[in-house]
């Protein structure tokens, strides 16, 4: 795994260069959109100043048809979602398996547009709700525009793209009242997955901690299909795309997603968008598994069926390749929004399979934008517009942007020289043999929908497991309808019959008595968020809890260790402005208590000195930080006196670090009495690299 590509500039590449023709800075006098200037934009033009406004006031008809037309249909899924600009550079030529330019030039730096979405919430719903991540990736290549569009799990709900509007009408809000936004918590989708047992294995992912990510920068993404590498000679090669984040896998918990829904429901879209202006550029692998087409059927499941997954430890994922996103987007409409991605979208030396599911996307996409962007042309916009040149017959429609010349727009012709003509290396669809007669079956090899299911729980860890059982138990109590309720335990029983009998008792649903199938023991480790990277604390944010009298210095030397490793500390008051300290200097506050929450920091950690400590340990916002923190499973700490606010909060009984020592209790608290602070900076960023300690007694703490 590479490091960090720390403090470089923005790459400045072709895509961007291009995109500065069209930038306006709106720095000129106003004037109407036909260039006229206007004096006055805040009074209509009427018949006397009391009078009725009059038809030929041209600026305001004009204003206000303008803004009666802003909006645009949102996609139909994926609605609410962040982007930003980066590039992607493969690490060694792939040129054995693919003729594709930006992954056989090691000295290319490919720009791509990246964006992250949640799948069921409308364009204003809150980032962190129980959902599926999309991880959609448009790479602007020299030989056209690549688009990897993606998903942060693996694997889909259903297996046959014609089943696609059941599903989504099935997981979006219900249809006679709209409710729930955002939510898959209701009876609707678990009717669908009760009777549709093909969802299961997503319907695991979707119960586990990746339907909840810290951050867009802390997930991984996945082209979820067989895709196909052709090389020179015509040959090609299964591939399944991963993108691995250099920071680790890393989740919420539950309760904090709740919260967070409320506290910042842009707390994903402004984690992605402070990363990047702060320099601290998301970054992630590409990695590949490679299938040798005379390997097609030596597994046990059908490469074509996008509900199952090739094990790392089957098929080893071959990093080849790293991308970073190093810039913002201008303009949220302009670009985030009217992005519009493809699966049809491939280069030379990329191409499909058979997958029924990416058969049906491949005719999806291009559809949809046709009515979102409104008409045929949405590929001219500047953010969908490929670097590669762009020459064709196509002509007219909506907003037409390009001046073709010349008397023809048709192909052959003589009379335009004969241009566009048929170029050298175009693109030429993989010679696939295909025989068999018209059929609407699935194919057998598609039919078992528990083993990987069961390989998915049997991956995870304690914590994992527990997260995903009370997730079904939430889940499905919020289902209406008992026997709704009790076929989804009926097939998680086939899963596994301890979840099932879990499950089943915290949603008042008999618990199945006999065993269905014995599990049958196989994992695949890779497959845990627990396996994932804790190594580093980049980027992470901490609150440190202060008030009048705190000792400044060591908050200071704490604030510049973290510093040191790429790691924010905020100071949080019950008042912003300045805190005398204990020393006669001050310190400044960063954020006030009541405007923040622990639940938008990774870590809690409460300043020493005498006053500030006594003060914090009567103020009840102060009180809950600390313990929210602990029941989310953060890092939590205090520094000398403030040791007190922690034993004031409702946090179960802890054996802390005695006096002058430092040191981490049972529960993953630590505490800095001692004289050392190296030795707490050291102690602190390994906890926080861990991401949360699980293995903490919270189940008293208030939530
Ligand atoms: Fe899809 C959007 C990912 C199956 C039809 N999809 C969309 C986006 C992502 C995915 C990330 C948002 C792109 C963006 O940011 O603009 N979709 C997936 C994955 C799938 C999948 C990983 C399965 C492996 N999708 C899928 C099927 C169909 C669609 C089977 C239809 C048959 N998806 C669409 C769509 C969307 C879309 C309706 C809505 C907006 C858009 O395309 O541009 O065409």
Same mark, same amino acid.
């Not at 201008?330 to 280069?347: G, L, M, P, S, Y």
């Given at each position: 795994m590479s490091e960090f590509s720390r403090g470089q500039e923005p790459a400045g590449d072709e895509k961007d260069r291009r995109l500065d023709q069209v930038r306006d800075d709106s720095d000129r006098a106003l004037t109407t959109n036909t260039g006229v200037r206007v004096d006055d934009t805040d009074n209509s033009l009427s018949a006397g100043e009391r009078g009725p406004t009059l038809m030929e006031d041209f600026h305001f008809r004009e204003k206000v048809t303008h803004f009666d037309h802003e909006r645009i249909p949102e996609r139909v899924v994926h609605a609410r979602g962040a982007?930003?600009?980066?590039?992607?550079?493969?690490?060694?030529?792939?040129?054995?398996?693919?003729?594709?330019?930006?992954?056989?030039?090691?000295?290319?730096?490919?720009?791509?547009?990246?964006?992250?979405?949640?799948?069921?919430?409308?364009?204003?719903?809150?980032?962190?709700?129980?959902d599926v991540r999309g991880f959609a990736t448009k790479f602007y290549t020299r030989e056209g525009n690549y688009d990897l569009v993606g998903n942060n799990m693996p694997v889909f709900f259903i297996q046959d793209g014609i089943k696609f509007p059941d599903f989504v009408h099935a997981v979006k809000p219900e249809p006679h009242n709209e409710i729930p936004?955002?939510?898959?918590?209701?009876?609707?989708?678990?009717?669908?997955?009760?009777?549709?047992?093909?969802?299961?294995?997503?319907?695991?992912?979707?119960?586990?901690?990746?339907?909840?990510?810290?951050s867009y920068r802390m997930m991984q993404g996945f082209g979820v299909h067989t895709f196909r590498l052709v090389d020179e000679r015509g040959d090609g090669t299964f591939v399944k795309f991963h993108w691995t984040p250099l920071l680790g896998t890393h989740s919420l918990v539950w309760d904090e997603t709740q919260k967070i829904g409320g506290k910042?429901?842009?707390?994903?879209?402004?984690?992605?968008?402070?990363?990047?202006?702060?320099?601290?550029?998301?970054?992630?692998?590409?990695?590949?598994q490679l299938i040798p087409e005379s390997r097609e059927f030596d597994f046990d499941v059908d490469l074509l069926d996008p509900t199952k997954l090739i094990p790392e430890e089957d098929v080893p994922v071959t990093p080849v390749?790293?991308?970073?996103?190093?810039?913002?987007?201008?303009?949220?409409?302009?670009?985030?929004? @009217?992005?519009?991605?493809?699966? +049809?979208?491939?280069?030379?030396?990329?191409?499909?399979?058979? %997958?029924?599911?990416? $058969? *049906?996307r491949n005719f999806s996409y291009l559809d949809t934008q046709l009515i979102r962007l409104g008409g045929p042309n949405f590929q001219q916009l500047p953010v969908n517009r490929p670097v590669a040149e762009v020459s064709n017959n196509q002509r007219d429609g909506f907003n037409q942007h390009t001046l073709h010349r010349?008397?023809?727009?048709?192909?052959?012709?003589?009379?335009?020289?004969?241009?566009?003509?048929?170029?050298?290396?175009?693109?030429?669809?993989? @010679?696939?043999?295909?025989?068999? +007669?018209?059929?609407?079956?699935?194919?057998?090899?598609?039919? %078992?929908?528990?083993? $990987? *299911?069961?390989?998915?729980?049997?991956?995870?860890?304690?914590w994992e497991r527990a997260h995903l059982t009370s997730a079904f138990q939430f889940e499905l109590g919020k289902c209406a309808t008992m026997a709704v309720r009790e076929r989804v335990v009926e097939h998680l029983d086939a899963v596994d019959h301890t979840l099932a009998r879990a499950v089943a008792q915290g949603i008042g649903v008999a618990p199945p008595a006999t065993e269905q199938a014995p599990n049958h023991g196989r994992s695949s480790p890779a497959l845990s968020q627990a396996n994932s990277r804790t190594d580093t604390v980049y980027s992470r944010r901490i609150a440190v809890l202060a008030d009048e009298g705190v000792d400044a210095a060591a908050v200071t030397g704490f604030r510049e260790a973290m510093a040191a490793q790429g790691a924010a500390v905020e100071v949080l008051a019950p008042d912003e402005g300045r805190l005398g300290a204990a020393d006669g200097q001050s310190l400044v506050?960063?954020?006030?208590?009541?405007?923040?929450?622990?639940?938008?920091?990774?870590?809690?950690?409460?300043?020493?000195?005498?006053?500030?400590?006594?003060?914090?340990?009567?103020?009840?916002?102060?009180?809950?930080?600390?313990?929210?923190?602990?029941?989310?499973?953060?890092?939590?700490?205090?520094?000398?006196?403030?040791?007190?606010?922690?034993?004031?909060?409702?946090?179960?009984?802890?054996?802390?670090?005695?006096?002058?020592?430092?040191?981490?209790?049972?529960?993953?608290?630590?505490?800095?009495?001692?004289?050392?602070?190296?030795?707490?900076?050291?102690?602190?960023?390994?906890?926080?690299?861990?991401?949360?300690?699980?293995?903490?007694?919270t189940a008293r703490v208030p939530a």
């Open positions: 982007g930003a600009y980066g590039y992607f550079q493969v690490y060694e030529s792939l040129a054995h398996y693919t003729r594709a330019d930006f992954l056989t030039d090691p000295q290319l730096r490919t720009p791509v547009f990246v964006r992250f979405s949640t799948v069921a919430g409308s364009r204003g719903s809150s980032d962190t709700v129980r936004q955002a939510q898959s918590a209701h009876d609707t989708l678990w009717d669908f997955v009760g009777l549709q047992p093909e969802t299961l294995h997503m319907m695991m992912w979707l119960m586990s901690d990746r339907a909840v990510p810290r910042d429901p842009d707390f994903n879209r402004r984690d992605l968008w402070e990363a990047i202006e702060q320099g601290q550029y998301p970054e992630y692998e590409l990695g590949v390749g790293k991308m970073v996103l190093d810039r913002n987007p201008d303009n949220f409409f302009a670009e985030t929004e @009217q992005i519009a991605f493809h699966t +049809a979208n491939v280069v030379p030396g990329i191409d499909f399979t058979n %997958d029924p599911l990416l $058969q *049906a010349g008397r023809t727009s048709y192909f052959p012709n003589s009379l335009g020289s004969g241009c566009p003509y048929l170029g050298e290396a175009p693109y030429s669809h993989y @010679q696939e043999r295909v025989d068999g +007669a018209t059929i609407r079956k699935r194919s057998e090899s598609f039919a %078992d929908h528990y083993s $990987q *299911a069961t390989l998915f729980l049997n991956s995870l860890s304690g506050v960063d954020r006030a208590l009541h405007t923040m929450s622990s639940v938008l920091y990774d870590a809690v950690v409460v300043a020493g000195g005498a006053s500030s400590a006594a003060s914090l340990a009567r103020n009840g916002l102060a009180l809950n930080y600390v313990a929210e923190a602990f029941k989310h499973a953060k890092p939590v700490a205090a520094l000398h006196e403030g040791v007190g606010v922690l034993e004031a909060a409702p946090l179960p009984p802890l054996r802390l670090a005695g006096d002058g020592e430092t040191g981490v209790s049972d529960q993953g608290v630590l505490t800095h009495r001692g004289s050392d602070p190296g030795g707490f900076h050291t102690a602190f960023t390994r906890v926080l690299a861990g991401h949360r300690v699980w293995d903490r007694d």
